[in-house]
């Protein structure tokens, strides 16, 4: 419990995270519960606190696990903290691992808490898959049934059409559209060429190889031993590729307009298996226990749009918010980390930060947010290349460039995600 409650500061005291792969591969079978339980036991034991300091755990997922809708608690109970450390779920879309992280912020800020762990967990391997509400029905009345009998009257209403299974789909209910519908009306609407998604796509690896060769992940990916035998070992990402060309890009078909579309498998971010935690601490506290915060919270800010304009535009909205409450322009920032859903959102986004009419029409400001130096873009890939564990990237995000001040030595970092329902975030880090 916080014994101070004045002249708070939030500090990112250690970050970790697993591997990231592409889903269906080699974290297959590792659930959201196991990869979050991985990380939070890894990332206590590196930090070398007592699991008992930690107040408060806040973790996210965004496609939730029937078994343990509740990750943050489940990931306490499964082992890596004491069962008395309080903790609870959030989910907010691609933004859902900068929520757990807001919230854990809000509650050291406010005194409540002294000591908290944040982050997310996603397997989209293993989505759960429902029937239609008439099977539904049928296999509530076999549960239900008191005799053999009754389940098998139940059971003889089945026909071959009920069986089909609905995997949880990656699209707006408001709207219908896919992500990647909304990635191709985005392209569309802001005349973001192919050529350029895939020179985005191509950027994205390039830098994340330039970034795992130059060590840049060593302390940030733990290396992931597959239970139960643990023979095998996922040590770092997977999905990061030296082998792209510009050419081999070019050559892919569009998935999801296949006719007239731009949005092809390599510059869409995959669906990928993963989780992320953050140690945060109120700044006294941390120095009290001796350590060395690698970076500060210096704002934040979530904003939303109409998902039936351009569901992904959440960078362009809730930057400019953040730097408003950070007394800030785009040009004190140093390093920006933006989620890279889709090349067309990113190029959508930076397109409209440097837009002196989308400020007007958009934002009611005179001024465009500012034009995005590619110098200071995404230096280490971002989604695209590292890959997207829907829960996890927040924490991904700010971890690196949590790191990144650190190595710098001071600096300034925006990180911030579109995510589905047309939310935005974006969080400014100082040091
Ligand atoms: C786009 C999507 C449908 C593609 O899925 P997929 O078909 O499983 O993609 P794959 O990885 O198999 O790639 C398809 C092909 O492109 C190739 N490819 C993909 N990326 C490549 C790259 N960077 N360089 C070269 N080739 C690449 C693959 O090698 C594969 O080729 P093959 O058919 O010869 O094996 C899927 O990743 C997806 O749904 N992404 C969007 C997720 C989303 O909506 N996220 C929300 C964002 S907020």
Redesign the pocket.
């Known amino acids: 419990m916080a014994t101070k409650k004045q002249a708070r500061r939030v500090a990112i005291v250690d970050g970790l995270r697993t591997p990231f792969a ?1 889903s269906g591969t080699v974290l297959k079978d590792q659930s959201a519960l196991d990869l979050g339980s991985a990380v939070v036991s890894e990332l206590i034991a590196r930090a070398g606190i007592n699991g008992s300091d930690v107040d408060r755990l806040v973790f996210g997922t965004v496609v939730q696990s029937v078994d343990s809708p509740n990750i943050g608690r489940e990931i306490v109970l499964a082992g890596p903290l004491p069962d008395s450390v309080d903790a609870y779920s959030v989910t907010r879309a ?1 933004a859902t691992s900068t929520q757990s992280f807001a919230d854990a912020a809000q509650a050291i800020l406010l005194g409540d808490i002294d000591i908290a762990i944040a982050g997310g967990a996603e397997s989209l391997s293993k989505p759960p898959i429902t029937y239609s509400d008439r099977f539904v029905d049928i296999l509530m009345e076999a549960n239900g049934a008191k005799d053999v009998q009754g389940k098998a009257r139940a059971f003889a209403k089945v026909r071959p059409r009920d069986l089909t299974p609905h995997a949880p789909a ?1 699209a707006e209910r408001s709207t219908s559209e ?3 519908d909304s990635a191709e009306k985005m392209a569309k609407e802001n005349g973001i060429t192919r050529e350029a998604q895939d020179e985005f ?1 191509l950027r994205s ?1 390039a830098k994340a190889i330039e970034a795992q060769e130059a060590g840049i992940f060593d302390d940030e990916v733990m290396p992931y031993p597959i239970p139960p035998r643990y023979k095998d070992t996922v040590e770092g990402d997977t999905i990061p ?1 030296a082998d ?1 060309t510009i050419e ?2 070019a050559s ?1 078909k569009p ?1 999801f307009d296949r006719k007239y579309g731009s949005v092809t ?2 510059n ?4 990928t298996d993963g989780a992320a935690a953050l140690l945060l601490m109120d700044e006294a506290v941390a120095k009290a226990l001796g350590y060395t915060p690698k970076a500060y919270l210096r704002s934040y800010a979530f904003a939303a749009v109409d998902p039936n304009w351009q569901l ?1 535009m959440g960078p362009a909205l809730a930057t400019p918010i953040a730097l408003d409450r950070a007394g800030m322009t785009l040009d004190d920032i140093d390093i920006i980390d933006m989620h890279e ?2 090349s067309a959102q990113i190029l959508s986004n930076t397109q409209a930060f440097a837009s002196d009419s989308f400020a007007r029409e958009r934002l009611g400001r005179d001024k465009a947010i500012g034009e995005i130096d590619d110098a200071r873009f995404n230096i280490y890939g971002g989604s695209i290349s590292l890959g ?1 564990p829907f829960g996890a990237t927040g924490a991904r995000q700010l971890m690196t460039m949590a790191n990144e001040l650190e190595r710098r030595g001071g600096g300034t970092a925006l990180v911030t995600q ?3 329902g047309g939310i935005g975030a974006a969080v400014i880090l100082e040091r």
């Open positions: 592409k691609c990656i896919t992500m990647g796509a690896h590729r792209s081999k890009l892919l998935v498998a390599a869409s971010s995959p669906l992904l859903a889709f997207h579109c995510a589905a």
